[in-house]
Nanobody, 121 residues
Framework: QMQLVESGGGLVQAGGSLRLSCAAS????????RGWFRQAPGKKREFVAA????????YYADSVKGRFTISRDNAKNTLYLQMNNLEPEDTAVYYC??????????????WGQGTQVTVSS
């Protein structure tokens, strides 16, 4: 099993920044991909960003390209999401996830509990 714990959410004004963290423990060696998803009230959960843990290749949803940056610290087994120029539409619960598969768009096996991000206009 693998455990994921997010932190760093909060309330910020539009145009502001936040950095989310996701600390992993347990069978972390089994994870090839880690990513961030979000779910706004009344909407489906959507992909935000992902990184292939070994090589560092990153992928982003079009809605966050140029504003969000996903990164990792292998030594700390921690995933980050730097969010800049936040918009009210970014308001959601953000989830960290890990996959033992090879497709960053689906098949995530492990999920964190989520952290709330609220952007006021």
């Amino acid at each position: 099993q693998m455990q994921l714990v997010e932190s760093g959410g909060g309330l910020v004004q539009a145009g502001g920044s936040l950095r989310l963290s996701c600390a992993a423990s347990g069978r972390t060696f089994s994870s090839y991909i880690r990513g961030w998803f979000r779910q706004a009230p009344g909407k489906k959960r959507e992909f935000v960003a992902a990184v292939y843990w070994a090589g560092g290749t990153t992928y982003y949803a079009d809605s966050v390209k140029g504003r969000f940056t996903i990164s990792r610290d292998n030594a700390k087994n921690t995933l980050y999401l730097q969010m800049n120029n936040l918009e009210p539409e970014d308001t959601a619960v953000y989830y960290c996830a890990a996959s033992t598969g090879l497709d960053y768009t689906r098949g995530y096996n492990y999920w964190g509990q989520g952290t709330q991000v609220t952007v006021s206009s």
